[in-house]
T-cell receptor, first 113, second 113 residues
Framework: EAQVTQNPRYLITVTGKKLTVTCSQN?????MSWYRQDPGLGLRQIYY???????DKGDVPEGYKVSRKEKRNFPLILESPSPNQTSLYFC????????????FGPGTRLTVT | RKEVEQDPGPFNVPEGATVAFNCTYS??????FFWYRQDCRKEPKLLMS???SGNEDGRFTAQLNRASQYISLLIRDSKLSDSATYLC??????????????FGKGTKLSVIP
């Protein structure tokens, strides 16, 4: 089954404690990205990657890091989380060909206290 | 002007009603257009692509007007299960053969018994 998986699905942590949210896709997609979704603000792209070892900033990259060492994985790293990073996070992947469907992971609900 | 703009709603309609959502986009170079559906606290999923000639999928009809930079989604004979947030998505070329997706903030639909 074609899918994007994320872990963990729910996370409560404290300010400053480094965390990683994993993302994996099984569709051999070149393009992966991370979004955060907040009430009234919609989906905002954090980082994206067009292929292995190629990453770039999205609209709201501050406070986040990513890496793309393998095609299937695209982890999101928060080196020093802060309360304003409390949000619902989605990983997504799609083919690099324009006009194709983007698949989303089930989401990670992060709370930073 | 925002890149992709939608009326946030909520639209509260009775079962069986016909409801229409509109979306405008600012970038005339936009290439592809989509409607995604997002259930509460779940990931967005592709509902349908939008083609220049207009397209229909069961009770759903999508229209594109490139001259006015306007996309619409019509839902006929609304069902309770149509209750969700509908996201307008625009895909544009971003250089180096890649494409970027821009999401509207979504229109919330509640179908009432």
């Amino acid at each position: 089954e074609a899918q994007v998986t994320q872990n963990p699905r729910y996370l409560i942590t404290v300010t400053g404690k480094k965390l990683t949210v994993t993302c994996s896709q099984n569709m051999n997609h070149e393009y992966m990205s991370w979004y955060r979704q907040d009430p009234g603000l919609g989906l905002r792209q954090i980082y994206y990657s067009m292929n292995v070892e190629v990453t770039d900033k999205g609209d709201v990259p501050e406070g986040y890091k990513v890496s793309r060492k393998e095609k299937r994985n695209f982890p999101l790293i928060l080196e020093s989380p802060s309360p304003n990073q409390t949000s619902l996070y989605f990983c997504a992947s799609r083919s690099r060909i324009g006009g194709t469907e983007q698949y989303f992971g089930p989401g990670t609900r992060l709370t930073v206290t | 002007r925002k890149e992709v703009e939608q009326d946030p709603g909520p639209f509260n309609v009775p079962e069986g009603a016909t409801v229409a959502f509109n979306c405008t986009y600012s970038n005339s170079a936009s290439q592809s257009f989509f409607w995604y559906r997002q259930d509460c606290r779940k990931e967005p999923k592709l509902l349908m692509s939008v083609y220049s000639s207009g397209n229909e999928d069961g009770r759903f009809t999508a229209q594109l007007n490139r001259a006015s930079q306007y996309i619409s989604l019509l839902i006929r004979d609304s069902k309770l299960s149509d209750s969700a947030t509908y996201l307008c998505v625009v895909n544009k070329r971003s250089g180096a053969g890649s494409y970027q997706l821009t999401f509207g903030k979504g229109t919330k639909l509640s179908v009432i018994p």
